[in-house]
């Protein structure tokens, strides 16, 4: 399912379904979004909201900071599946540039440069974790116009 359809899907009524007349609009019931979301691919999502909020972010004076980050979603293990772990690129102000969940038979390590991909890296300055201080995520950072500089 597209990000397209999935507006599509849950825009409200074209008319008012209030019973009094009053002109407002029930929104959509939590369990057809849940259904929606469930149905749409996850990484096409976060690609288009991440470039959305690329568009829309503040020119900021200085040098650009991004911070990379895994997380592992509280209560999403059950008996049949294992947790669902997501890894992000967000901006020291707080505003989430790029996110994809990791495979589950897999960790951070190998999604560090497909999460960056799509983001403009000239100039910038990379914070993580000490996870991922690899020598195939330093080539990868030089080659995308990061200044590598030893502490």
Same mark, same amino acid.
């Given at each position: 399912? &597209?990000?397209? @359809?999935?507006?599509? !899907?849950?825009?409200?009524?074209? @008319?008012?379904?209030?019973?009094? #007349? $009053?002109?407002?609009?029930?929104?959509?019931?939590?369990?057809?979004?849940?259904?929606?979301?469930?149905?749409?691919?996850?990484?096409?999502?976060?690609?288009?909201?991440?470039?959305?909020?690329?568009?829309?972010?503040?020119? !900021?004076?200085?040098?650009?900071?991004? %911070?990379?980050?895994? @997380?592992?979603?509280?209560? $999403?293990?059950?008996?049949?599946?294992?947790?669902?772990?997501?890894? %992000?690129?967000? &901006?020291? $102000?707080?505003? !989430?540039?790029?996110?994809?969940?990791?495979?589950? @038979? $897999?960790?951070?390590?190998?999604?560090?440069?497909?999460?960056?991909? #799509?983001?403009?890296?000239?100039?910038?300055?990379?914070?993580?974790?000490?996870?991922?201080?690899?020598?195939?995520?330093?080539?990868?950072?030089? #080659?995308? #116009?990061?200044?590598?500089?030893?502490?």
């Amino acid at each position: 399912m &597209t990000v397209t @359809k999935t507006a599509t !899907v849950t825009a409200p009524p074209p @008319k008012p379904r209030s019973p009094r #007349g $009053s002109g407002l609009v029930r929104p959509p019931h939590a369990t057809t979004i849940r259904l929606v979301l469930a149905a749409v691919d996850g990484n096409a999502l976060d690609r288009a909201i991440g470039a959305f909020l690329q568009q829309r972010k503040a020119p !900021v004076s200085g040098r650009k900071v991004i %911070a990379v980050d895994g @997380k592992t979603l509280r209560g $999403s293990r059950t008996t049949g599946r294992t947790a669902t772990a997501l890894i %992000a690129a967000m &901006t020291h $102000s707080g505003q !989430v540039i790029a996110q994809r969940q990791i495979d589950g @038979k $897999s960790n951070e390590i190998p999604a560090f440069a497909p999460l960056l991909d #799509g983001i403009d890296l000239t100039g910038a300055v990379i914070t993580a974790d000490a996870l991922y201080t690899q020598h195939d995520h330093a080539a990868y950072l030089h #080659g995308s #116009g990061v200044t590598i500089r030893p502490s």
